[in-house]
């Protein structure tokens, strides 16, 4: 059997409260900078799934006051990195390779992106390069999706 990440057993040695998600995802920011614009908060980890949340600040207006397009594709893309370490074992690699973004509806509060993955891959079988889409459902405080991204990465043995 393939080891799980370091980044999925530190997870996993926290408590499942709000202490230990806010450690984990100080973590989070410290290894990755650039995530920590969004603030983001994960309050659930597992293989094939990923939830995170990101409170609106002003740090992430728009011109209109709401969430900005892209401070919600920072947020997708830290849900489909943490799917990613919670899913791919350490006999493989991945890394971004793409993202194909619908916006949905304007964004007026704080966000949970979602990201999840129907099917876990046979990673013992891949032999070659593969791609993986991640599909991550962004939404506002009332459920409904406001982004709408699909991440492909490119996933290989090392």
């Known amino acids: 059997m393939t080891k799980e990440t370091a980044t999925y057993r530190g997870w996993k040695k926290l408590p499942d409260?709000?202490?230990?998600?806010a450690l984990f995802s100080l973590g989070m920011v410290a290894r990755v900078p650039y995530f920590g614009t969004v603030l983001p908060?994960?309050?659930r980890?597992?293989?094939?799934?990923?939830?995170?949340?990101?409170?609106?600040?002003?740090?992430i207006h728009n011109h209109l006051g709401t969430f900005h397009a892209?401070?919600?594709?920072?947020?997708?893309?830290v849900a489909m990195g943490m799917l990613c370490e919670a899913t791919v074992p350490t006999s493989h690699r991945w890394i971004p390779k793409g993202m194909a973004v619908q916006y949905l509806t304007k964004a007026e509060s704080g966000l949970r992106?979602?990201?999840?993955?129907?099917?876990?891959?046979?990673?013992?079988?891949?032999?070659?390069?593969?791609d993986l889409v991640?599909?991550?459902?962004?939404?506002d405080k009332s459920g409904t999706e406001?982004?709408?991204?699909?991440?492909?990465?490119w996933v290989t043995p090392k």
């Open 113 to 130: 992106a979602v990201a999840t993955l129907r099917e876990l891959p046979d990673f013992a079988a891949l032999s070659e390069g593969t």
């Open 146 to 153: 406001v982004v709408h991204a699909d991440i492909t990465t």
């Open 45 to 59: 980890l597992e293989p094939g799934y990923c939830e995170v949340i990101a409170p609106k600040w002003f740090g």
């Open 17 to 21: 409260n709000r202490l230990g998600h």
């Open 41 to 43: 908060t994960v309050i």
């Open 134 to 139: 991640v599909p991550v459902a962004i939404l």
């Open 70 to 77: 892209i401070a919600a594709c920072n947020l997708a893309e």
